[in-house]
């Protein structure tokens, strides 16, 4: 039962299906427009807020500077420098990655038809964290585009991860979902287990893994927000023009089969685009939990599961909550920094008891 | 406009600014690549016309244990009393700057293995075996036969597991300041036969960095960021570095967090605007160019007067003989006109 | 011309290092108009029928055609615009409305960023309206009971208006009230709208009553073929089925009534 339930048409005799429809599914751009109201305003709070005081005037004077309306020359250089050159790239790649991770994640669920499913499960976060140990513990340091070794290792970790993965649970050409997320959890133990070992070793660089297997913005940069955007774009755009396949399939894999769907092929694109796109987020961003799992189950909680409504949104309140976070992550500690994944870590929680609760009472799956 | 004509404008825009782009390295405000640390000023360890005060390329002899002290018990880090029956001839240390506190004392001679890290002075690259710091195996110590060792971690209980083998183990924990130093090296003294040595470094050490503190004196003393990796973990009060930069009367912009090693937010180095930056993490490449080339770091005061310094991290991690070294060192980056 | 025709149908899997033959040699023939019901004992192959008509399993031997149309060589949509099934004990996703439900069945219709247009609707409103759910079209399939949900089901099939429709044991688990109007209006769409419908009927009289001509199957392989007095003979039956039954013409409209007999 949704939360927001649509009145009950009083009289559907005489309704035309048009109508009905229209009933059922609710308002598709309003809703999304709240979503991009929540993004900006969180845009603009990540803008404003910080470790270090900024007045909000300030930051709107250094803001339409940049636009080219009103002068900034009464702000300080570094309060300009902090707002332009440190914050915005690091709101705009929060909002890249948590729109990444909450988009994978609704992917996922649908594709599997399961509560719990996202990338982290067939491997993407132990292989990120995988790869980028082993560049830390090989102290190496070759820079390359402008990035270092670090995020490069993370993704290529992450991908190796998934395919070593989907190469154990493929049977003939089909995917099991059952073996595929047995293999997931094998392979991510073998790979937490491998990091574990090469961490035991080189203690003194633990900080530095840390801030991959527990995410953090801390160093975010502009070329990092390049890195990951031709991952994420084409991702969100094939899962987008999807929307209505990944609602029948949501039905069982037989059904959708009758339905004139090619499932393997299907699910072979879907899950491959958001692992891409899940793998550059993490690579850029550390493995932060929880985005892919809270955001598009709290659509579904407000607005029901449609992926027509709920995959875009998810792009939109993803990128809202983790730069919501990150803010906590950069303030809470003030002038320390808390690794961001800890943060949704302590939101996950108490959210998957609400949800457990809510589960008892009904489906809102 | 229906949501799929929106999706098709968005594949089309996409695909017009990837045309665009062509194979640009993405230029627009994105720092420039280096490939190799450089351009660092590092601090040299040969301007003092003394020579270091502990200097790893020359050797350091052994004397003869001093027999008289012994039977000798001694409390180490722990709170354990430890008796020692008579001089070792076999001590095994598990941590570099114990090792080199050995040497300068004078036991050289009755070191029978060093850890993985121990890489000073030279004699320790004679020895033949090696233990893993940070998880050594009882096995391999024990199979050394010593009569001493010699550690600063206790990882998984590893102290008593070594003491219920049959070994005579002194536990003595990274130093927290200065002073803790100079009790460790009488202690490591007092257990080897060479208190008198061990006494006479002491002092030598409070001397010199006696001399150091009265220089600075009066002084003031520049804002600074220690870096000690290219995630911004630094260092706070509670560490061992930052005792020494307390010494110099420098100030440290992460005081305010209250941690030993926090990790600082870029934005809030950006406005403690730092007088000097001292990059321990060079090692991963990091140099004055890359700093230079982060986001907004270029507004910072040590960034614009060329004031970003590498530190050999041996140095100054190492709570031993080496601490006067490493003053120095850092006094000549924070007072650069002394 | 047939519109679904299959011929010397052999389906064989291999479980367990032996070689299992699921079906043997199963020719059929369905023409436009008419029900066929395909019935026969638990593991006579019914289901892997459904399998193999649809594509799912690929048979060792034999063909199967829609029309002209071999159906291993179509595409998934193209053969989804031909056949559509109705399959037993169907998952749905509780937290979607029915009219959603049935408009799913518009899939093979729409290409991948087109969206569901007039046609489309007037296609599920006829459908809904047939099976009688329009009156919970934007009811959540959670909130249905088990006759309401599969009744939702057909009318997805029909919505996805082929020439085809295959249904598999359409009427497990429904009461006798819901059973007879289920097959009642598949029996409708094939006399009115000129499809051609086969259905897995478990019960005999049910498959009896509504059907035109039944299909009895056994060991995967076709024993009797013919109108429903033709193959529900008691020799035949008690052979096939291993059980005392008895046949007798139901008093009102004559077909027969099969009734499980006391051996003694």
């Known amino acids: ?95 890249v990655v948590g729109a990444s991770l909450a988009m994978s994640g609704a992917t996922y669920q649908g594709v599997f038809r399961n509560p719990l499913a996202d990338p982290y499960l067939i491997g993407v976060a132990t292989g990120a964290a995988l790869g980028a140990t082993i560049v830390v513990i090989s102290d190496t340091n070759v820079a390359w585009h402008g990035l270092s070794l670090l995020p490069l290792a993370a993704f290529l970790g992450a991908l ?70 031709p991952y994420a774009i084409p991702a969100a755009i094939v899962i987008l023009a999807h929307r209505r396949i990944i609602n029948v399939l949501s ?115 | 406009m229906t949501f799929n004509k929106l999706l098709l404008l968005m594949t089309a825009a996409f695909a017009l600014v990837l045309a665009a782009c062509g194979d640009d390295d993405g230029d627009s405000g994105s720092p420039t690549a280096t490939t190799t640390a450089g351009g660092t000023a590092t601090i040299a360890a040969s301007a003092e016309p003394a020579g270091p005060f502990f200097d790893c390329d020359e050797p350091h002899p052994g004397t003869e244990a001093d027999a008289s002290y012994f039977p000798v018990t001694v ?15 076999k001590i095994v240390s598990l941590d570099a700057a114990h090792t ?14 060093v850890d993985n ?87 030598a050490m409070i001397s010199e960095i006696g001399d150091i503190e009265a220089s600075v004196e009066g002084e003031v003393g520049p804002t600074f960021y220690h870096e000690s990796d290219n995630t911004y973990y630094s260092v706070g009060p509670g560490s061992f570095i930052a005792d020494l930069y307390e010494v ?14 926090p990790q600082l937010s870029a934005e809030a180095i950006i406005a403690a605007d730092p007088e000097v930056i001292i990059l321990a993490d060079e090692g991963f490449g990091e140099s004055a160019d890359t700093v230079a080339a982060r986001p907004g770091w270029n507004v910072i005061d040590a960034v614009e007067n060329d004031r970003i310094y590498g530190l050999d991290p041996d140095i100054a991690s190492r709570a031993g003989p080496r601490i006067v070294d490493a003053l120095r060192l850092l006094q000549e980056a924070l007072y650069p006109d002394l | 011309m047939p519109r679904l025709s299959v011929e010397e149908l052999t389906v064989a899997y291999s479980s367990g290092g032996r070689d299992i033959v699921a079906l043997r040699d199963v020719t059929l023939h369905l023409e436009a108009g008419e029900m066929l019901g395909l019935v026969g004992p638990n593991g006579s192959g019914k289901t892997t029928f459904i399998r193999a008509v649809t594509g799912a399993v690929k048979p060792v031997s034999g063909a199967v055609r829609v029309g002209a149309v071999d159906v291993t060589l179509v595409s998934q949509r193209d053969l989804a615009l031909q056949i559509a099934v109705v399959p037993q004990d169907p998952v749905l996703p509780p937290a979607f409305a029915a009219l959603e439900c049935v408009l799913m069945g518009r899939t093979p219709h729409l290409r991948l960023l087109q969206n569901e247009g007039p046609r489309d609707l007037e296609a599920a409103r006829r459908a809904m309206t047939a099976t009688d759910t329009w009156q919970f079209a934007d009811r959540l399939l959670g909130e249905l009971s088990g006759g309401e949900k599969q009744r939702v089901v057909v009318a997805r099939a029909l919505a996805q208006e082929t020439p085809v429709l295959l249904l598999d044991e359409p009427t497990a688990h429904l009461d006798i009230g819901h059973q007879a109007s289920v097959l009642r209006l598949v029996r409708d769409a094939a006399r009115n709208d000129g499809k051609a419908v086969l259905a897995v009927v478990h019960d005999l009289t049910l498959a009896a009553q509504y059907c035109d001509r ?24 008690r052979e096939v089925y291993g059980a005392a039954v008895d046949v007798f013409p139901h008093p009102v409209t004559g077909r027969p009534v099969v009734a499980s007999g006391d051996d003694g």
């Open chain 1, 1 to 95: 039962m949704n939360v927001l339930r649509r009145t009950r048409t009083a009289d559907l005799a005489a309704t035309t299906a048009d109508e009905l429809l229209d009933a059922v599914r609710g308002a598709l751009w309003p809703r999304l427009a709240l979503g991009t109201a929540l993004l900006l305003t969180a845009v603009l709070l990540g803008l404003a807020i910080g470790p270090t005081t900024i007045s909000p005037l300030d930051t709107l004077r250094v803001l339409l500077s940049h636009a080219g309306i009103a002068s900034d020359d009464s702000v300080s250089t570094a309060s300009q420098t902090i707002i332009w050159e440190v914050r915005l790239p690091r709101v705009l790649l929060a909002a």
């Open chain 2, 117 to 203: 890290f121990s890489n000073c002075p030279v004699e320790v690259s004679a020895l033949s075996a090696r233990i893993d710091a940070f998880s050594p195996s009882l096995e391999a110590v024990t199979g050394l036969e010593p009569d001493l060792v010699i550690t600063a971690f206790d990882q998984g209980d590893f102290v008593a597991t070594m003491r219920g083998a049959g070994l005579t183990v002194l536990f003595l924990p990274s130093p927290a300041d200065i002073e803790a130093t100079y009790e460790d090296i009488g202690l490591v003294g007092e257990a080897t036969g060479h208190p008198d040595e061990a006494g006479a470094i002491i002092t």
């Open chain 1, 160 to 229: 190796a991860s998934v395919a070593v993965v989907y190469g154990v649970a493929r049977v003939g050409p089909t995917v099991p979902v059952t073996t595929l997320i047995l293999a997931g959890v094998a392979v991510s133990a073998l790979s937490t287990a491998i990091t574990s070992y090469l961490m035991i070793h080189n203690t003194t660089n633990a900080g530095l893994v840390f801030s991959v297997t527990l995410g953090s913005f801390n160093t975010a940069t502009w070329s990092k927000l390049l890195w990951v955007l």
């Open chain 2, 248 to 261: 110099l009367g420098a100030e440290n912009i992460a005081d305010s967090t209250g941690q030993a090693y």
């Open chain 3, 214 to 237: 039944l299909v009895m199957l056994r060991s995967g392989a076709v024993v009797a073929s013919g109108t429903p007095t033709q193959v529900l003979e008691v020799a035949l039956l």
């Open chain 2, 75 to 89: 409390t180490d880090g722990g709170g354990t009393e430890v008796t020692i029956e008579q001089p070792s001839a």
């Open chain 1, 251 to 365: 039905l069982d894999e037989e059904q959708a089969r009758y339905l004139g769907i090619d499932v393997e092929r299907t699910k072979l694109l879907l899950l491959g685009v958001s692992s891409l796109a899940a793998a550059a987020a993490v690579s850029v961003g550390g493995t932060i939990g929880f985005v892919g799992l809270i955001v598009p189950h709290a659509i579904r909680l407000v607005w029901g599961p449609d992926n027509r409504f709920l995959l875009p949104m998810s792009m939109l309140i993803g990128g809202a909550f983790l730069i919501t976070a990150d803010i906590f992550a950069r303030t809470l500690d003030r002038p320390a920094e808390i690794p961001v994944g800890i943060i949704t870590a302590f939101c996950g929680v108490p959210f998957f008891l609400y949800l457990l609760r809510r589960a008892k009472t009904g489906a809102y799956w």
């Open chain 2, 100 to 113: 080199e506190t050995l040497y300068a004392i004078g036991a050289g001679d009755q070191v029978l293995a």
